[in-house]
C-alpha cells in the first residue's frame, strides 16, 4: 500500500488515534513516523526482547499472543507496543503478523516527546488502554 | 544475438537476471558468480556506479574510508575501517577504495566512488551488459520474462538493484514549479539569491552546505525538526559533516530552518511565495524565495511490478520483503542495493540498518545471494565445524570485530547451529529477525547494538529446538573490546547450559 503524502495524512485523520489533531500537526505525525511493512508470520514484538516500538496500523493484521496462545487481533487503527515501552520493560507477549502489515513506526525513545508534544493523541491512547483494562476486568469477573 | 566481449549476455534464458550496475547489483552478481550460479546482468548505464555517477552534488560521500586501520587492508575486519568498498573472495581485489584516494578526506569524493567501483568490475572480471534498459514485466510459467531494450530475458529469479531513483516531489500545489535535488544547478547559479529548501534530511542540508557561501538567505522547511545523528546514536538524521546550516541559524547568519507544512507554493512572475502553516500553533507563514529546491527524496524505479503483484509502500514506494530481501507477495522476485531498506529487521530503540548505504548493502547482497543458491538451485555453502571448546572465544571475537554486525547493528548477526549430532557448525552471517523467528535447530547467534543511552554492546540469542529465541545483551567495554574474562564468563555460561555442558 503506497500512499501518496496527501494520502497519508488522509488516512490519518480517519484513524480514531489522531481525531483531533489538526492537518498541519497530521502531517508531523506522519513526518515523526515512519512507514514499514512486514510480511505473514513475521512477530513484530517479541516477548523478553529489549528496544521495541511503538506501532499504529495503517492495513492488515497483527495476533497477539502469549505463550504462544492467541489472546486477541489487532487491525487498522489499532496501535501496539506503548505498554513495553511506558513500563521501560520488554513485551510479555509476541505481535504476529497474520495478514502482511503496513504500520507506522516510532522508536521506543521518542514515543514521550511524541505524546507530550501532542497531548489529544496521549488522550486517546490514553481512553483505549482503560477500555483494555476495562476488557480485561470485565472477563476476569 | 552473440555473446560479444563488450555486449555480454545477449537476451535469452537465464537461471538468473540482475538489473542494475550499481553498488548492490555489482555485489550481487560477484557473489552469484563466486557461488557458481548462472547468470545475466544489465543495465541502462553506459558504465559501472549507479547513482555514484551523478550524486552527491556538492560534497564528498557520507562514508568513510579509514585509510590507516589496526589491520592489513585485505583482512576482513578491515572492512569496518572501509565503507565503500565492494565485498570480495580474493584478497587482491578488496579494499580497493583506499588506493583511489588522495589522502585529503577520510570520505571519497563522488568520481573517486565511481572509480572505486570501475575498478572493482574491472579487478574481478565482473561483465554487464550496459545500456540495456529493463522495461517491462510478465509473469512466465514459474518464471519471469523481463523486456528490455534488446529483447527478452527469461529467468526462473530476477534480482532488481536499480536504487531509489526516481525524484519523487509532494502532490502539494504548486511543487511542480520547484527545482527537484537533481535539477540542482552550478553554486554560482544561486549567487546573492534566496532560496528555499523543502525538505530537512541529508540531501536539503548537503545542498544548504553547500550553497551557504553563494546564497543570500537559505530557508530549510519541513514539518518536524531535523534528526541529527549525533543525537540518534546512528546514521539516522543529518550526518555531522552538513550541520553547518545550524550553527548559522543558531547565530542568525541567514539561515532558516523551519518546522511548517507546505500549503502551496505560488509563482507570481519569477520569484516564489511559499505558504506554510507552522507545527507548532499552526500559525500561516509567508516565504518569498528566488529558487525553490525539493529535497523530498526518491521512490522506487520499479515500473510495472506491482502489476505483477509485487506489493510496495511507504512515499518511496519500496517493495514489501521478507528477512532475505524477496518480495512478500511474489515468490522469485529479490531486491538489492539500497532498496533493501524495505526489510526494517529488529529496528532496536527505533534505529534502522545502514542498507541504505553501501556498508550495509555489501553484506545484504552477499547474504542474499547464499539464500538464492540454497533456496532456488539447491547450492549448498560451507559450513565449517567449530570445536566447542573455542565457540566462546569465536563468537566474542565477531562481536568485537566483524564488520557485518558493526556495519548492521541489530540486523546482520553471526549464527552457529548447536546440534548434538553434528557438532558446533558455523552458519555464517544471517538476518537477525529471521534468526529469532524461525523455528530451527538449537543455535546461538551474536550481534552488536546500540541502546538508547548509545552504549554500544553485543546481545546474544539462544535458540532452543522448537522454541522462540532467548536475548541476552552482554556487558559493554569502553573501547569495544569484548574479549575480556568477563564477557567469556558471561557468555560461557548461557552456552554451557544450552549445550548440555559441551561449551566449556
Same mark, same amino acid.
Given at each position: 500500500?503506497?500512499?501518496?503524502?496527501?494520502?497519508?495524512?488522509?488516512?490519518?485523520?480517519?484513524?480514531?488515534?489522531?481525531?483531533?489533531?489538526?492537518?498541519?500537526?497530521?502531517?508531523?505525525?506522519?513526518?515523526?513516523?515512519?512507514?514499514?511493512?512486514?510480511?505473514?508470520?513475521?512477530?513484530?514484538?517479541?516477548?523478553?526482547?529489549?528496544?521495541?516500538?511503538?506501532?499504529?496500523?495503517?492495513?492488515?493484521?497483527?495476533?497477539?499472543?502469549?505463550?504462544?496462545?492467541?489472546?486477541?487481533?489487532?487491525?487498522?487503527?489499532?496501535?501496539?507496543?506503548?505498554?513495553?515501552?511506558?513500563?521501560?520493560?520488554?513485551?510479555?507477549?509476541?505481535?504476529?503478523?497474520?495478514?502482511?502489515?503496513?504500520?507506522?513506526?516510532?522508536?521506543?525513545?521518542?514515543?514521550?516527546?511524541?505524546?507530550?508534544?501532542?497531548?489529544?493523541?496521549?488522550?486517546?491512547?490514553?481512553?483505549?488502554?482503560?477500555?483494555?483494562?476495562?476488557?480485561?476486568?470485565?472477563?476476569?469477573? | 544475438?552473440?555473446?560479444?566481449?563488450?555486449?555480454?549476455?545477449?537476451?535469452?534464458?537465464?537461471?538468473?537476471?540482475?538489473?542494475?550496475?550499481?553498488?548492490?547489483?555489482?555485489?550481487?552478481?560477484?557473489?552469484?558468480?563466486?557461488?557458481?550460479?548462472?547468470?545475466?546482468?544489465?543495465?541502462?548505464?553506459?558504465?559501472?556506479?549507479?547513482?555514484?555517477?551523478?550524486?552527491?552534488?556538492?560534497?564528498?560521500?557520507?562514508?568513510?574510508?579509514?585509510?590507516?586501520?589496526?589491520?592489513? &587492508?585485505?583482512?576482513?575486519?578491515?572492512?569496518?575501517?572501509?565503507?565503500?568498498?565492494?565485498?570480495?573472495?580474493?584478497?587482491?581485489?578488496?579494499?580497493?577504495?583506499?588506493?583511489?584516494?588522495?589522502?585529503?578526506?577520510?570520505?571519497?569524493?563522488?568520481?573517486?566512488?565511481?572509480?572505486?567501483?570501475?575498478?572493482?568490475?574491472?579487478?574481478?572480471?565482473?561483465?554487464?551488459?550496459?545500456?540495456?534498459?529493463?522495461?517491462?514485466?510478465?509473469?512466465?510459467?514459474?518464471?519471469?520474462?523481463?523486456?528490455?531494450?534488446?529483447?527478452?530475458?527469461?529467468?526462473?529469479?530476477?534480482?532488481?538493484?536499480?536504487?531509489?531513483?526516481?525524484?519523487?516531489?509532494?502532490?502539494?500545489?504548486?511543487?511542480?514549479?520547484?527545482?527537484?535535488?537533481?535539477?540542482?544547478?552550478?553554486?554560482?547559479?544561486?549567487?546573492?539569491?534566496?532560496?528555499?529548501?523543502?525538505?530537512?534530511?541529508?540531501?536539503?542540508?548537503?545542498?544548504?552546505?553547500?550553497?551557504?557561501?553563494?546564497?543570500?538567505?537559505?530557508?530549510?522547511?519541513?514539518?518536524?525538526?531535523?534528526?541529527?545523528?549525533?543525537?540518534?546514536?546512528?546514521?539516522?538524521?543529518?550526518?555531522?559533516?552538513?550541520?553547518?546550516?545550524?550553527?548559522?541559524?543558531?547565530?542568525?547568519?541567514?539561515?532558516?530552518?523551519?518546522?511548517?507544512?507546505?500549503?502551496?507554493?505560488?509563482?507570481?512572475?519569477?520569484?516564489?511565495?511559499?505558504?506554510?502553516?507552522?507545527?507548532?500553533?499552526?500559525?500561516?507563514?509567508?516565504?518569498?524565495?528566488?529558487?525553490?529546491?525539493?529535497?523530498?527524496?526518491?521512490?522506487?524505479?520499479?515500473?510495472?511490478?506491482?502489476?505483477?503483484?509485487?506489493?510496495?509502500?511507504?512515499?518511496?514506494?519500496?517493495?514489501?520483503?521478507?528477512?532475505?530481501?524477496?518480495?512478500?507477495?511474489?515468490?522469485?522476485?529479490?531486491?538489492?542495493?539500497?532498496?533493501?531498506?524495505?526489510?526494517?529487521?529488529?529496528?532496536?530503540?527505533?534505529?534502522?540498518?545502514?542498507?541504505?548505504?553501501?556498508?550495509?548493502?555489501?553484506?545484504?547482497?552477499?547474504?542474499?545471494?547464499?539464500?538464492?543458491?540454497?533456496?532456488?538451485?539447491?547450492?549448498?555453502?560451507?559450513?565449517?565445524?567449530?570445536?566447542?571448546?573455542?565457540?566462546?572465544?569465536?563468537?566474542?571475537?565477531?562481536?568485537?570485530?566483524?564488520?557485518?554486525?558493526?556495519?548492521?547493528?541489530?540486523?546482520?548477526?553471526?549464527?552457529?547451529?548447536?546440534?548434538?549430532?553434528?557438532?558446533?557448525?558455523?552458519?555464517?552471517?544471517?538476518?537477525?529477525?529471521?534468526?529469532?523467528?524461525?523455528?530451527?535447530?538449537?543455535?546461538?547467534?551474536?550481534?552488536?547494538?546500540?541502546?538508547?543511552?548509545?552504549?554500544?554492546?553485543?546481545?546474544?540469542?539462544? &535458540?532452543?529446538?522448537?522454541?522462540?529465541?532467548?536475548?541476552?545483551?552482554?556487558?559493554?567495554?569502553?573501547?569495544?573490546?569484548?574479549?575480556?574474562?568477563?564477557?567469556?564468563?558471561?557468555?560461557?555460561?548461557?552456552?554451557?547450559?544450552?549445550?548440555?555442558?559441551?561449551?566449556?
Amino acid at each position: 500500500m503506497a500512499l501518496s503524502a496527501t494520502q497519508l495524512v488522509d488516512t490519518l485523520s480517519g484513524l480514531s488515534l489522531f481525531a483531533d489533531l489538526s492537518r498541519p500537526q497530521l502531517e508531523q505525525v506522519a513526518h515523526k513516523m515512519s512507514e514499514e511493512s512486514y510480511p505473514v508470520g513475521q512477530r513484530i514484538l517479541r516477548e523478553g526482547f529489549t528496544g521495541t516500538g511503538f506501532y499504529v496500523i495503517l492495513d492488515g493484521e497483527v495476533a497477539i499472543k502469549i505463550d504462544g496462545e492467541e489472546r486477541a487481533r489487532l487491525q487498522k487503527g489499532d496501535f501496539f507496543g506503548e505498554m513495553s515501552i511506558l513500563l521501560g520493560e520488554p513485551p510479555v507477549a509476541d505481535v504476529v503478523t497474520t495478514r502482511q502489515l503496513h504500520v507506522l513506526h516510532l522508536g521506543g525513545p521518542e514515543l514521550e516527546g511524541f505524546l507530550r508534544d501532542h497531548p489529544p493523541v496521549m488522550y486517546r491512547m490514553l481512553k483505549t488502554m482503560a477500555l483494555r483494562l476495562y476488557n480485561v476486568s470485565r472477563v476476569r469477573d | 544475438m552473440t555473446d560479444r566481449p563488450d555486449r555480454p549476455y545477449p537476451p535469452g534464458d537465464y537461471p538468473v537476471v540482475v538489473v542494475g550496475s550499481g553498488p548492490g547489483g555489482l555485489q550481487t552478481s560477484y557473489y552469484l558468480r563466486h557461488l557458481g550460479i548462472d547468470h545475466a546482468i544489465i543495465s541502462a548505464d553506459p558504465a559501472p556506479g549507479g547513482m555514484f555517477r551523478r550524486f552527491p552534488f556538492f560534497q564528498r560521500l557520507l562514508s568513510w574510508t579509514k585509510p590507516y586501520g589496526p589491520v592489513p &587492508r585485505d583482512d576482513r575486519f578491515y572492512e569496518w575501517y572501509d565503507w565503500n568498498s565492494l565485498l570480495a573472495e580474493e584478497p587482491e581485489n578488496r579494499a580497493i577504495m583506499p588506493t583511489l584516494m588522495d589522502d585529503s578526506s577520510s570520505f571519497p569524493s563522488r568520481p573517486e566512488m565511481e572509480l572505486n567501483l570501475a575498478t572493482f568490475v574491472e579487478r574481478t572480471g565482473l561483465r554487464v551488459r550496459y545500456d540495456c534498459r529493463w522495461e517491462a514485466t510478465r509473469r512466465d510459467g514459474e518464471g519471469f520474462v523481463l523486456q528490455t531494450s534488446d529483447g527478452d530475458y527469461r529467468c526462473k529469479v530476477a534480482i532488481f538493484a536499480v536504487g531509489i531513483a526516481e525524484p519523487y516531489k509532494p502532490d502539494t500545489p504548486g511543487f511542480e514549479h520547484a527545482a527537484h535535488y537533481v535539477d540542482t544547478g552550478s553554486p554560482e547559479s544561486y549567487a546573492g539569491k534566496r532560496l528555499f529548501i523543502a525538505g530537512k534530511e541529508n540531501s536539503g542540508f548537503e545542498l544548504a552546505t553547500g550553497l551557504l557561501q553563494w546564497a543570500q538567505r537559505i530557508v530549510l522547511c519541513s514539518p518536524r525538526p531535523q534528526k541529527l545523528s549525533v543525537n540518534t546514536h546512528s546514521l539516522l538524521g543529518v550526518r555531522a559533516r552538513y550541520i553547518q546550516p545550524v550553527e548559522d541559524q543558531i547565530l542568525g547568519g541567514g539561515v532558516f530552518i523551519l518546522n511548517a507544512s507546505i500549503n502551496r507554493i505560488d509563482r507570481r512572475g519569477s520569484p516564489f511565495r511559499i505558504m506554510c502553516s507552522r507545527s507548532e500553533g499552526g500559525a500561516e507563514l509567508a516565504v518569498d524565495a528566488d529558487e525553490v529546491i525539493a529535497a523530498t527524496g526518491f521512490v522506487c524505479p520499479l515500473l510495472d511490478l506491482p502489476d505483477l503483484g509485487v506489493s510496495v509502500f511507504g512515499r518511496s514506494k519500496l517493495p514489501s520483503m521478507t528477512n532475505y530481501w524477496e518480495s512478500a507477495t511474489v515468490s522469485g522476485i529479490y531486491f538489492a542495493g539500497t532498496i533493501g531498506q524495505g526489510v526494517s529487521g529488529m529496528k532496536k530503540y527505533g534505529l534502522p540498518a545502514n542498507s541504505g548505504a553501501v556498508h550495509g548493502a555489501r553484506y545484504n547482497a552477499r547474504t542474499m545471494a547464499f539464500h538464492v543458491a540454497q533456496k532456488h538451485f539447491g547450492v549448498e555453502r560451507a559450513r565449517p565445524s567449530v570445536e566447542p571448546s573455542r565457540l566462546v572465544d569465536v563468537l566474542l571475537e565477531e562481536a568485537t570485530h566483524a564488520p557485518e554486525l558493526w556495519n548492521q547493528k541489530s540486523y546482520l548477526a553471526r549464527s552457529f547451529s548447536l546440534d548434538p549430532g553434528k557438532g558446533i557448525v558455523d552458519e555464517g552471517i544471517v538476518p537477525l529477525a529471521d534468526f529469532v523467528d524461525v523455528e530451527g535447530p538449537a543455535a546461538v547467534a551474536i550481534a552488536v547494538e546500540t541502546d538508547d543511552t548509545g552504549d554500544i554492546h553485543p546481545a546474544v540469542y539462544i &535458540r532452543e529446538e522448537g522454541r522462540p529465541a532467548v536475548e541476552t545483551l552482554l556487558l559493554s567495554q569502553a573501547l569495544h573490546d569484548f574479549r575480556t574474562a568477563e564477557h567469556r564468563a558471561q557468555l560461557g555460561s548461557l552456552l554451557s547450559g544450552v549445550t548440555a555442558g559441551a561449551v566449556p
